[in-house]
Structures are given as C-alpha cells and as structure tokens.
C-alpha cells in the first residue's frame, strides 16, 4: 500500500478483556515496528519483526502482550486481560532493506483506552 | 546507555519567524543516525528530517535544517518561515544499526505556532 496502515484508529476496552491490533506495512518492507506512546512514560519500543520472526521482543511490558507476523506482512499485537495502565496509544512502523534502510514509516497509530 | 534528552518542553513561534529546537543524546556509538519526527493532532509519526552520524554536512530539507555537532552530541532543528501547519509535537530520535535500527526517543517538545 501506499503508507502504513493501523486499525482500528480507536478502541475502547473493559478491564480484563483482551484486544488485538493491526498493523499493515508498507509493502516490500520487511521490517517491521511497535511502539508505545503513553503520558507517563513517553514512546517505547515493543518488538521488532525481520519477516515473520521476531529476534527483539525486549520490550514487551508482560506475558500479556504478544504479537505475530503472518506472510512477512500484516502484524497483529494482541494484549490479553488489559490493564488500564495499558491505555496509550500503539504505533507500528514499516521500513525497507537496502538503501534509506534506517528510516522508519509509522502508521496512524490505534489508540486504546481501557475503562 | 543510549538516551536522548529535549530539553524544552515547549516552544512557541511568531508565524514566518524562524525556530530551533533542541536535542542531545549519549551514545558510545561511532556510527548512528539521527531523526526529528512531527506528530500532529492526527497522531500520525511524520519524518522530517535525518542525518547520519558519518556525515559531517548537516542535513536541510526546504524550511527544516540541522545543525549536528557530534563531538558534542547535539543536534538541534530549525525551523524557518514558520508556518501555522508546523504546529506539532516534534520528536528527536537516534537508531544504530546493531540495536536493528530500533528508535530511541526523546520526551517531545511541543511547537505552538503565533498567528
């Protein structure tokens, strides 16, 4: 596709139930991001995938937290029993190998509340 | 550890003035790059500018420049002829390429814009 793209843009959860977002990158890139963006604690990262694997799940905040890449395209991160600390917004991010390998194209974001 | 410090909060402009934000980081890194990003309301991460490490010339795009002083480890954004559609949050970030080029961010600095 033309850019990233993250859906749903805003979801709205009760505590304890689970909630799965989606991330589609650009296409061709094989890398791909996610991020955390909350009030408290600014933006961090929360996996890394090169194709369908991930070798850097570093920062995923609990057992909770999981994400999947299918196809060496769409990612989905799947957070299980939500908390309300939870609530933030969740940005993905694409990028390509070869040349301008570094930069990073991030999508809307989805951005969850958790009641 | 690599961190990256915005000092400032926010920032406001007058409308066609000219702006610079400000970004330091630490790092025992010898080749690196560096990113100033633009969120808007919309949430959408937008790149504005990069620069590698290996690169003395600073890099420019139109409006947007950089001055990066790597023995100092700043490097700062200006923005000139403000325009009332850069009102934004702008984000500093560093990536290296053993880290698989994962974003290490600063707190943000809020721009408002002066009509």
């Known amino acids: 596709g033309a850019g990233v793209s993250q859906s749903p843009s805003n979801k709205v959860t009760e505590k304890g139930k689970d909630v799965e977002l989606r991330c589609d990158p650009i296409s061709g890139h094989t890398a791909l991001y996610w991020y955390r963006q909350s009030l408290g604690q600014g933006l961090e990262f929360l996996i890394y995938?090169?194709?369908?694997?991930?070798?850097?799940k570093s920062g995923l905040p609990s057992d909770r937290f999981s994400a999947e890449r299918t196809g060496g395209s769409v990612s989905t991160l799947t957070i299980q029993r939500t908390q309300q600390e939870d609530s933030a917004v969740y940005l993905c991010?694409?990028?390509?190998?070869?040349?301008?390998?570094?930069?990073?194209?991030f999508g809307p974001g989805t951005r969850l509340l958790v009641l | 550890a690599q961190t990256v410090t915005q000092s400032q909060p926010e920032m406001s402009v007058q409308e066609a003035e000219t702006v610079t934000l400000s970004c330091t980081y630490d790092?025992?890194?010898?080749?690196?790059?560096l990113f100033w990003y633009k969120q808007p309301p919309s949430r959408q991460m937008i790149l504005v500018i990069r620069q590698e490490a290996y690169k003395q010339q600073n890099a420019t795009e139109n409006r947007f420049s950089v001055n990066f002083q790597k023995a100092a480890k700043s490097f700062s954004l200006k923005i000139s002829d403000s325009q009332l559609g850069d009102a934004a949050m702008y984000f500093c970030?560093?990536?290296?390429?053993?880290?698989?080029?994962?974003?290490?961010w600063g707190a943000g600095t809020k721009l408002i814009i002066k009509p």
């Open positions: 790092t025992s890194e010898s080749d690196y790059y």
């Open positions: 995938f090169q194709g369908n694997s991930a070798p850097d």
């Open positions: 991010a694409s990028r390509a190998m070869g040349q301008l390998q570094e930069t990073q194209y």
């Open positions: 970030a560093y990536s290296f390429m053993d880290s698989n080029y994962q974003l290490i």
